[in-house]
């Protein structure tokens, strides 16, 4: 549990970037991670605690996105969690190239922003602003959802 003392110390000095609606989310180079707090009295996009932190495992096994807990706040309007996960150098990728990056893994679209795989896997919130487009073409995701994991190998 960090306090609001703690937290302070954890992001000083860090720069804040646009977040959406599920995160605070601040970054600072020297660390080489952004750390994301999560927004009262709810957890990201399911809103639960337990969801939460299951698409967290999910996504660090699909995607191998090293995302960790950082600490837990509390706060007048209730409990946030704080994560990190390496920041990623780039851009957002066009509609076009996220569309090619999920055909080229045989996902196909299922909704808006919403892909499924061979696997029976479904990605959520896979707009352009939640993918990286890296120099070297290789899109990298920094926030999407693992709506249903499929067949997801053991670990």
Known sequence: MLSGAELGELIAG???LNGGLE???FFIKRTGRVFKI???PHF?????????VQNVIWCNRVFGDDMRLEG???APDGVSLVISQPYIIGR??????????FHLQGAIRV????WRFPNGM????AHIGNLILRRDGSLVPIDLHVEIPGDLPPE
């Open 14 to 16: 860090f720069k804040k």
């Open 23 to 25: 995160h605070q989310v």
């Open 38 to 40: 999560t927004k009262p």
């Open 44 to 52: 990201g996009h399911t809103w639960y605690l337990k969801d939460y």
């Open 72 to 74: 837990v706040v509390s």
């Open 92 to 101: 957002s990728p066009s509609e076009d190239e996220v569309d090619e990056w």
């Open 111 to 114: 909704g808006k922003h919403k």
């Open 122 to 125: 479904i990605i959520g919130d």
